[in-house]
């Protein structure tokens, strides 16, 4: 072989060793280099990524400082309201509790006032009655009569309780009532309570109930009963001490109406106070006379305050003398052992005041037959 062939098949081969060794080369540069833009751009991307985590953290903790301040501020607003709105319940509750004392003063003033102003027993009665109709859901005022309450005034009860005029019930039936007159002290329960409430009250349970006794000298002579009612519950706190200080003046009244009756009597027929064994011999005056219709005016009146419902029911069946023969018959003793025999002689004083009084000027009426 030529030389020359031998030196250009050397430079063949080296030529192509050196370009696989270069091509080779220029593969892995091309590897790292792609390899390094890589990594690069993973950086870039990773370090944007972790930029965008950072922000995304401090938005967060931005909202969540926004969130915890709006917290704060709402609990704050929230227990500003809650204590503003607590203090006006409580100015209002004040306000209405000082309104209601007021109210109650106001109106047991006025009671006083009406009773000191009643000039006779029916009025006094009515006026306690009218007042406790003010205090109490429910009141009525009964006479005691031995084992039998009488009704005398039925207020807030409907009819027709409210309109009777001849009610009467046994004392078994009357409940707290009939537990103040057996005791004479003041009692005030719960309608829950068996037996609490009197026969003519039907009442819800947890109703507070209440009777006060009406004395005069020492006597039970009437109760006064008083409830909540069946429908919504009186909220007054006071009414049941209203009600007991109304009840002992009213009590008071009678007494001091019955006693200046007696004392103008007194007053007015000297002869009666003096010894029955100092007679009077001078002839009966006018003022002895005037002195006897009186007397004979108050026996009548309190029979029939104390017996209206058997007045009502004789008028009506016309037996009138018959059903209070006894309640007569014991008027009739008084008057003759407080009046003088001479002025008994001059006219039947007693007897024209029960026709005049009692029967409304019907003598039939109160001629026993």
Not at 3 to 16: G, I, M, P, W, Y
Not at 243 to 253: C, D, K
Request: no cysteine; glycine share 6%.
């Amino acid at each position: 072989m030529p030389a020359d062939e031998h030196v250009r098949r050397s430079f063949d081969t080296l030529a192509a060793r050196l370009r696989e060794d270069i091509s080779r080369q220029l593969d892995a540069l091309g590897h790292e280099l792609a390899s390094a833009i890589h990594d690069e751009h993973s950086r870039e991307v990773s370090a944007v990524i972790e930029e965008q985590a950072r922000e995304r953290s401090r938005t967060a903790q931005a909202h969540e400082s926004a969130l915890e301040l709006a917290r704060r501020d709402a609990h704050e607003e929230s227990t500003r309201q809650w204590e503003l709105a607590r203090a006006e319940a409580l100015e209002l509750a004040r306000a209405e509790r000082e309104a209601a004392d007021l109210g109650a003063s106001t109106r047991l003033v006025e009671a006083i006032r009406a009773l000191d102003r009643a000039k006779t027993l029916s009025e006094i009665l009515d006026t306690l009655a009218s007042a406790a109709g003010r205090e109490a859901a429910r009141a009525a005022l009964l006479l005691v009569r031995g084992s039998t309450l009488r009704g005398w005034r039925f207020i807030g009860f409907g009819a027709p309780l409210d309109d009777a005029v001849d009610y009467e019930m046994a004392a078994d039936d009357a409940g707290i009532i009939a537990d103040v007159v057996r005791t004479g002290a003041p009692m005030s329960g719960d309608s829950a309570a068996t037996g609490s409430a009197p026969a003519f009250a039907s009442l819800p349970p947890g109703r507070e109930t209440l009777a006060l006794p009406i004395t005069m000298s020492g006597h039970i002579v009437a109760v006064l009963y008083a409830d909540q009612g069946d429908g919504e519950a009186n909220t007054r706190m006071a009414w049941p001490a209203s009600l007991e200080v109304i009840t002992r003046h009213a009590a008071r009244s009678l007494e001091a109406v019955t006693a200046l009756r007696a004392a103008q009597l007194l007053t007015e027929r000297p002869d009666v106070a003096g010894p029955p064994s100092q007679p009077r011999t001078a002839a009966p005056s006018h003022e002895d006379e005037e002195g006897a219709r009186r007397y004979a005016r108050l026996l009548i009146s309190e029979i029939k305050l104390y017996h209206e419902p058997e007045v009502i029911a004789g008028k009506r069946e016309r037996d009138l003398a018959q059903r209070l023969a006894g309640e007569i018959a014991r008027a009739r003793a008084l008057y003759e052992q407080r009046v003088p025999a001479p002025v008994r002689g001059r006219a039947d004083y007693f007897g024209d005041e029960l026709v005049r009084t009692l029967a409304d000027g019907d003598a039939d009426l109160v001629v026993a037959r």
